[in-house]
């Protein structure tokens, strides 16, 4: 409950007076009326404060037991957390010794072994995964050793059942594109994937 900025500060002022007037809160605080409002719903709600209307129909505030009490023990759990914030960082400064080593070189001869696995075909990914480099270590090494890179592939989706057959049974790969949502391009290189020989256009 007291986590909230505005209501620990309109709870620590009201800890130094016995009943404060709503105007002068809103002013301390620097918020609106219907702001400071439903603050003091809240604390309200939960016992914290009391609040009493004067016949002049001022509005005044004042910290109930309950509130002192509960603002006294909040206090105390922030000075532990601070006082244990303040230890942490003074242990992490002294164990600091400077920022973390960078990552060795790729050696020259794994350099030459990346090149030719990349040349014969294998894709920058299954490098990664059979070496203890980054994709982007192994990216630049390639490029430092001019290597032309491959764009990258585009997965194809999944088959769709029966359009191989509906190509045989003379289905056009136009009219396959829009039974099964794709473009000409990929129902074309799914085709060739599996095998298909395309016909020629105009071709039954």
Not at 27 to 40: D, M
Not at 78 to 96: E, F, I, P
Not at 146 to 157: K, W
Request: aromatic share 6%; glycine share 6%; net charge positive.
């Amino acid at each position: 409950m007291l986590l909230a900025p505005a209501r620990l500060f309109v709870v620590t002022l009201l800890a130094e007076m016995r009943w404060c007037e709503f105007g002068f809160i809103c002013e301390a605080l620097g918020v609106t009326p219907p702001a400071l409002s439903t603050q003091l719903g809240k604390l309200r709600r939960e016992g914290i404060v009391q609040t009493e209307r004067s016949k002049a129909q001022r509005t005044w505030v004042r910290l109930t037991p309950e509130g002192c009490e509960r603002l006294v023990n909040h206090l105390e759990a922030l000075q532990a957390v601070v006082s244990r914030a303040a230890a942490l960082v003074t242990t992490g400064a002294a164990a600091c010794d400077g920022p973390p080593a960078t990552p060795a070189e790729i050696p020259a001869d794994v350099v030459r072994d990346l090149v030719e696995h990349y040349n014969a075909g294998e894709t920058i990914e299954s490098l990664v995964a059979r070496h203890p480099y980054s994709y982007r270590k192994i990216r630049t090494a390639l490029i430092d050793a001019d290597v032309t890179l491959r764009p990258p592939r585009i997965p194809l989706p999944p088959t769709p059942p029966g359009m191989v057959n509906a190509y045989a049974n003379g289905r056009s790969i136009r009219q396959l594109a829009v039974t099964y949502g794709m473009s000409y391009s990929q129902t074309r290189t799914i085709l060739l994937a599996e095998g298909v020989e395309l016909r020629r256009r105009g071709q039954p």
